[in-house]
């Protein structure tokens, strides 16, 4: 239940609406003039009061307006400003993004991360889905010369992988195509750390090509070991504060890909969707807040996107966008 009775969340939420447009400190006069709240100056100012000595607002300068704290932002976040619907014009142009958003993962992801920075105007992050738990999809090979083919590995997540393979003298194109089906056959499903031995075909050629196929599946790299991570318009940081060695300490983290992924799973699995100044728990960010949401890929948690900006951003405005971007990303992915 709501810590405050009506009245005083009307005038909270007064506040922390005028603040985040003009981002100047918010008298007790404006507050009696807006359109919820229907008392005079003089109880505006006492409940303004009370409202700073519970610790939702604080004065930043004496004989100045209020401005609110994080446990204002919680309280306005959890009970008066919940996500709204995007406007029609962001509404379409999200509709427009994901009905051309095709090829392959990392491009449509980056893309993904600038759409969600220009709906919002503060910097997106977009988590790949984990490589370890995507399973195998579809491996084609395909010859490009008498001793190399180009091997094509689809996952379930949608990465889309190309390495070549060195074939034997003797392989030709028949027995290239008789190693791709019978590659299908076996590790259709299967994860790439779980790659089960694959049976003789009784063919020593098309054998040869199965056994480079796995070895070049094998082979060690960067991709399969961390995560992807995109961010969109950092550059938005530097408009969102006041200080330049804030928006220095933000760029410096957005630059540390194991702290945003770290950031991001930490407050989903805190079951929550946004996270506010000192509630994350990374010292730098601590007048930043973090709206994020996961994406599901067939109907599995594969990745996670979010918003960074300050603790006086839109919430409302990016509640949706994260919303409504992560929902139809996960449909494109699942497309295929």
Do not use: W
């Not at 509404?91 to 993004?97: K, S």
């Not at 750390?193 to 009784?202: F, S």
């Not at 730098?284 to 599995?300: D, F, K, R, T």
Request: some cysteine; hydrophobic content about 45%; overall charge negative.
């Amino acid at each position: 239940m709501p810590e405050l009775d009506e009245r005083k969340a009307a005038i909270l939420r007064a506040v922390v609406e005028e603040y985040i447009e003009t981002a100047q400190p918010v008298g007790s006069g404006h507050v009696a003039r807006a359109q919820q709240i229907s008392v005079s100056s003089a109880t505006v100012r006492n409940d303004m009061a009370v409202l700073e000595a519970e610790g939702y607002l604080r004065q930043p300068h004496t004989s100045a307006g209020r401005v609110p704290t994080d446990k204002g932002y919680r309280f306005f976040v959890d009970h008066v400003g919940g996500p709204t619907n995007l406007g029609s014009a962001q509404a379409q142009e999200v509709r427009a993004f994901f009905a051309r958003a095709h090829g392959e993962l990392e491009h449509v992801l980056h893309k993904t991360s600038q759409l969600l920075s220009h709906l919002t105007d503060y910097a997106a992050v977009v988590v790949g889905p984990p490589h370890e738990v995507a399973t195998i999809r579809s491996l084609q090979l395909v010859g490009l010369a008498p001793r190399v083919a180009l091997a094509v590995l689809v996952m379930s997540n949608g990465v889309v992988e190309k390495f070549t393979v060195e074939l034997a003298d003797d392989t030709g194109d028949e027995r290239v195509a008789a190693a791709s089906g019978h590659l299908n056959a076996t590790l259709v499903g299967r994860t790439l750390a779980d790659l089960p031995p694959i049976p003789a075909t009784g063919d020593q050629a098309t054998d040869r090509t199965v056994a480079a196929a796995l070895h070049a599946l094998r082979a060690p790299g960067p991709d399969h070991e961390a995560d992807h991570v995109f961010v969109g318009g950092a550059s938005r940081m530097a408009a969102a504060f006041d200080a330049v060695e804030t928006v220095r300490e933000v760029l410096g983290i957005l630059e540390e890909q194991l702290v945003v992924v770290s950031l991001l799973r930490d407050v989903l699995d805190r079951g929550l969707s946004v996270a506010i100044g000192t509630e994350h728990g990374i010292e730098q960010l601590a007048e930043c807040s973090v709206v994020v949401a996961p994406y599901e890929i067939e109907g599995e948690r594969a990745g996670s996107i979010g918003v960074l900006g300050p603790t006086r951003m839109n919430y409302p405005q990016a509640l949706a966008a994260v919303a409504v971007v992560s929902r139809r990303l996960g449909h494109r992915l699942s497309e295929g």
